[in-house]
């Protein structure tokens, strides 16, 4: 299993180092390397990329920025001379944190652990049957709450709203609470049905029962469509739904 990555860190030398340290990984594959953010956006959109290795404290652009931007993001795991970003980044999903300078048993320690989630990513794909059709999707997700895991149906989703470090989620007649970010909702979530539309929330589009400009109203409840989001969501209107 080879994994595709990338670098992004504004100093050569921190380039060389990691360059150097992928080079000794035989699954490791590098793709490119990047002194800014922002061409590393534009690379991300457009290849195929299972990894980045990524700098927080950038000039114009940072790290953070660029993981907060990226929709469905690769694996990443940051690199950098500070750990005040930490709790961020672990907010963000990332799947290890290493601090400059960095040795090449820490930088193993962390690639063998993408390596491990990106095969369990994949056998958690759906099933290809013996007649050669693909098994759909299971329509429900197990969410941990309160000490148990909670069978979710998707269908009784209404909207998630996010609560500082929870996610609440909004069924017809119940609310549940969990420890996750919206990261990993949002990977966990089929995209064809739910859409993350603000900074704090994430709405099932079938339940949408009107739009009054920049509000989404569901169940009663309105929902503001963030400017980040909106370019995307009246896109998906205009493809997709309205005649």
């Known amino acids: 299993m080879n994994i595709k990555c990338i670098v992004v860190d504004d100093e050569p030398l921190a380039i060389e180092k990691i360059t150097e340290y992928i080079q000794r990984v035989p699954y490791l594959e590098l793709l490119a390397s990047f002194d800014n953010a922002i061409e590393a956006l534009e690379f991300l959109r457009d290849k195929k990329t299972d990894l980045v290795f990524l700098d927080i404290q950038m000039d114009k652009f940072t790290g953070i920025q660029l993981l907060e931007i990226l929709r469905n993001p690769p ?42 989630e990106i095969r369990s990513d994949r056998s958690s794909r759906p099933a290809v049957q013996p007649d050669g059709n693909v098994k759909p999707p299971a329509d429900y997700i197990f969410i ?99 005649l």
């Not at 079938?206 to 469509?225: L, S």
């Open 75 to 116: 694996k990443i795991i940051i690199t950098s001379a500070y750990d005040k970003y930490a709790i961020k980044g672990y907010e963000l999903d990332v799947t290890d944190y290493l601090l400059k300078p960095i040795s090449f048993e820490r930088f193993l320690k962390a690639v063998t652990k993408v390596g491990g």
């Open 144 to 242: 941990k709450a309160d000490y148990h895991m909670h069978k979710v149906k998707l269908e009784n989703i209404l909207y998630i709203e996010g609560m500082k470090d929870y996610l609440r989620l909004h069924l017809p007649t119940e609310r549940i609470m969990t420890l996750m970010s919206f990261m990993k909702m949002e990977k966990v979530l089929p995209a064809d049905q739910f859409m993350r539309v603000h900074k704090s929330y994430i709405v099932s589009l079938d339940k949408i029962e009107r739009i009054e400009r920049n509000t989404i109203m569901i169940a009663g409840q309105k929902i503001p469509i963030g400017n980040k989001y909106k370019k995307e969501f009246f896109e998906y209107l205009e493809k997709e739904k309205v």
